[in-house]
């Protein structure tokens, strides 16, 4: 986990939304590209809201450490 507030499932439902976005904004997307990523983007809001309030976290915090494990993660 990364500082405690986040979880692999979370941080693998940010990748997958990245991912959908990618694919919804590339030159040519795929037909229902941009419904794949709004749903993506919803299960990743869902997660990030039921995990903050399981674990009595503030919700912003979760979600900004998501976003940054996964979107600033060094190069493998």
Not at 48 to 54: D, E, F, G, I
Not at 66 to 73: G, M, P, Q
């Amino acid at each position: 986990m990364t500082d405690d507030l986040t979880t692999p499932d979370l941080l693998q439902l940010e990748r997958d939304a990245l991912e959908a976005q990618a694919a919804a904004t590339s030159a040519t997307p795929p037909e229902g590209a941009f419904d794949t990523w709004r749903e993506a983007a919803a299960k990743v809001q869902a997660a990030v809201t039921a995990h903050a309030k399981k674990e009595n976290l503030n919700r912003v915090a979760v979600e900004m450490a998501v976003k940054k494990a996964v979107r600033h993660a060094p190069e493998e």
